[in-house]
């Protein structure tokens, strides 16, 4: 059973003028007829050759175990990062998992937004340096004390995050935000604020790179770009998993604590996920087909949150009573 899977999925792999006999003769360095007797079964791989064809053709022996048992579902998960060299690898990491998956044509993003999508903010912004900081204060033990204005990442960091920022951009992309998407930003603008970690200058401009980027969202909707679908949900909880779809393969990556994931390629797992992503799209609105007004209640409902903090800080700046 678990040599059958292993040969369906290297043949998945291969371009349709290679020999799969060939290949396995490569990778074990066999004849080919000895390549032969084990892709007809009748020779089986010994776990040395099971170990060294999962290398050549860059699989999981792990996932492979879960596809031959229905109650195993394979996972990797992401290293945790306790300081900014390795958020800087994260960004890295991310890249490299994504980026085969989305070089492939007809490849697919489907993204539940409980928040803000990373992706849009790894940029220049003081937006995405605030947000480094956030991670880095709750992960890294020597952010106890520093205070934001202190902060300022480095440019093999930036140049990371803005790398698989950028690979984000021109996808096929199907977002499902609420108005409360933009909720835990703007309270962590507000507590750093409060806690005297951010000032308020500072949190007037990361505000304004906040309505930005909502402007940006809001003119790609009506921009009617079929590559990118935003669609509002009042009903459902988004979680923010994220699924990506191939014609030939589906990966689907759940948040498991703050910025680490676990991510499966495993086939049932991937189907059903997508059936809840389909019920979620059904029960939710897609804004650039919807009519101006219901796109401007969504739009609106957000920048009046934005708008309504900015004001406090101003305001409170303006007193200066303390």
């Known amino acids: 059973m678990f040599q059958e899977i292993l040969l369906q999925k290297i043949k998945e792999g291969l371009a349709e003028r290679d020999s799969l006999n060939s290949e396995i003769a490569t990778a074990l360095d066999i004849s080919y007829d000895a390549a032969h007797r084990r892709t007809s079964l009748k020779s089986k791989f010994t776990l040395e050759e099971s170990v060294l064809l999962a290398r050549y053709f860059n699989l999981s022996l792990d996932s492979l175990f879960g596809m031959s048992k229905k109650n195993f579902v394979s996972v990797q998960k992401t290293k945790q990062i306790t300081n900014e060299k390795e958020l800087q690898y994260y960004f890295e990491s991310s890249y490299q998992s994504l980026l085969p998956l989305l070089n492939v044509d007809k490849s697919e993003v489907y993204y539940s937004a409980k928040d803000i999508p ?25 952010f106890r004390n520093k205070s934001f204005d202190s902060y300022h990442p480095s440019l093999s960091t930036l140049q990371s995050a803005k790398r698989l920022g950028d690979l984000y951009r021109d996808l096929s992309i199907t977002e499902i935000w609420d108005t409360t998407t933009i909720n835990s930003t703007l309270k962590q603008i507000h507590f750093y604020y409060k806690a005297g970690q951010l000032s308020g200058e500072t949190a007037i401009k990361i505000c304004k790179d906040l309505k930005q980027l909502l402007n940006d969202i809001s003119l790609k909707v009506v921009s009617k770009k079929k590559s990118f679908k935003l669609y509002y949900n009042e009903l459902l909880l988004m979680n923010n998993n994220v699924l990506v779809t191939t014609p030939k393969q589906q990966k689907l990556f759940v948040p498991s604590s703050m910025l680490s994931y676990f991510s499966t390629s495993d086939k049932q797992t991937c189907l059903e996920a997508k059936k809840y992503f389909n019920k979620q799209l059904y ?7 919807a009519g101006e007004k219901e796109q401007n209640v969504f739009y609106y409902k957000m920048m009046e949150k934005v708008n309504a903090l900015q004001k406090l800080i101003e305001a409170e700046n303006v007193l200066d009573f303390e």
Not at 283 to 289: A, C, D, F
């Open 118 to 142: 990373i992706f849009y903010t790894l940029t220049s912004s003081v937006l995405s340096s605030f947000k480094f900081y956030v991670w880095l204060k709750l992960l890294d033990k020597s």
């Open 283 to 289: 029960h939710s609105k897609l804004l650039n087909t």
